[in-house]
């Protein structure tokens, strides 16, 4: 299973980013998907869940009310929308697909990573 994720760029303070994901094959429409992030020297920390058929999300504390997941089955596509950045927002973003329909917030919880897509917020 291959994933491609793209969108990510350099922005200021409050813009805004929509990530995509696009996973070669059907495998990933009843897996659960997620998004993570690693900043430098940091390590990989969990962003946002979403189960196979999106009935249910879950995200991190840090990026509630600002960050939206998504995806649409059709296209094998996962999304990020990303609003209010903030610099502390600044990390390669990396998207996953599940060992499950409904997966956590671990690492270990995901079989399949992209490449990451860089995302860089300025003050």
């Known amino acids: ?51 196979w058929n999106s009935a249910n999300t879950y995200y991190a504390d840090s990026v509630k009310g600002r960050f939206t997941i998504s995806r649409d089955n059709a296209k094998n596509t996962l999304y990020l929308q990303m609003n209010d950045l903030k610099p502390e927002d600044t990390a390669v973003y990396y998207c996953a697909v599940g060992r499950r329909s409904y997966s956590g917030i671990a690492v270990r919880e995901y079989s399949y990573w992209g490449q990451g897509t860089l995302v860089t917020v300025s003050s």
């Open 1 to 51: 299973v291959q994933l491609q994720a793209s969108g990510g760029g350099s922005v200021q303070a409050g813009g805004s980013l929509r990530l995509s994901c696009t996973v070669a094959k059907r495998t990933s429409s009843n897996n659960a998907m997620a998004w993570f992030r690693q900043a430098p020297g940091k390590e990989r920390e969990f962003v946002a869940t979403i189960s």
